[in-house]
């Protein structure tokens, strides 16, 4: 069995990469991101999930424990039930646990983009200002006499700073 470093595994992981590649041979998509979730403890036990969204749209779950077993498998954050074992170790499961995976997302994709198309979207409400033309005008024109103050005391605040610095350097010359 393949131990994992939990802490550590990220989509770059051999093993990750394998079960990526072997899903992207399987299933005829590409995957377009792969996502390793945070580390959980259920049971005693630790895992992790590594998610793999395919160009379909759906997304599949592999949850990894420590020890490098594949131990659930969700299809769109459903178990998927399989028959097979996902034991890299084990070539021949592997593979026919992988096409398993393969044929359940190729088949239910059309069912899949169904609902995905019935899907409300929500757009979200956009902040109305209750400020009329006139006001803004009005906020703008306060702001830009402020700066105006504000510039004009920074000017003198120079001017006498300059004049010190002229009154200091005729007392040391």
Same mark, same amino acid.
């Given at each position: 069995?393949?131990?994992?470093?939990?802490?550590s595994?990220?989509?770059? &992981?051999?093993?990750?990469?394998?079960?990526? $590649?072997? !899903?992207?041979?399987? $299933?005829?998509?590409?995957?377009?991101?792969?996502n390793?979730?945070?580390?959980? *403890?259920?049971?005693? /036990? +630790?895992? *992790?999930?590594?998610?793999?969204?395919?160009?379909?749209?759906?997304?599949?779950?592999?949850?990894? *424990?420590?020890?490098?077993?594949?131990?659930r498998?969700?299809?769109? &954050?459903k178990?998927?039930?399989?028959?097979?074992d996902l034991? #890299?170790?084990?070539?021949?499961s592997?593979?026919? +646990?992988? @096409?398993?995976?393969? =044929?359940?997302?190729?088949?239910?994709?059309?069912?899949?983009? @169904?609902?995905?198309?019935?899907?409300?979207?929500? /757009? #979200?409400? +956009?902040?109305? $200002?209750?400020?009329?033309? /006139?006001?803004?005008?009005?906020?703008?024109?306060? =702001?830009?006499k402020?700066?105006d103050?504000?510039?004009?005391?920074?000017?003198?605040?120079?001017?006498l700073?300059?004049e010190? !610095?002229?009154?200091?350097? =005729?007392q040391?010359?």
């Amino acid at each position: 069995m393949i131990k994992v470093d939990l802490m550590s595994l990220t989509e770059k &992981d051999p093993y990750i990469t394998k079960i990526k $590649t072997a !899903l992207i041979k399987a $299933t005829g998509q590409h995957i377009a991101k792969v996502n390793i979730l945070p580390i959980k *403890r259920t049971g005693g /036990v +630790s895992y *992790r999930g590594a998610e793999m969204a395919l160009s379909g749209g759906q997304k599949v779950t592999f949850l990894v *424990r420590q020890d490098g077993d594949i131990y659930r498998v969700q299809l769109n &954050d459903k178990d998927l039930p399989l028959a097979g074992d996902l034991s #890299p170790d084990n070539a021949q499961s592997f593979n026919a +646990s992988m @096409k398993e995976i393969a =044929s359940t997302v190729v088949n239910g994709q059309i069912a899949f983009q @169904k609902k995905q198309a019935i899907q409300k979207v929500v /757009v #979200p409400r +956009s902040v109305t $200002t209750t400020k009329t033309a /006139v006001q803004n005008l009005q906020d703008v024109l306060n =702001s830009e006499k402020e700066l105006d103050e504000v510039i004009q005391a920074k000017t003198s605040q120079l001017a006498l700073l300059k004049e010190q !610095l002229a009154h200091k350097e =005729s007392q040391v010359a």
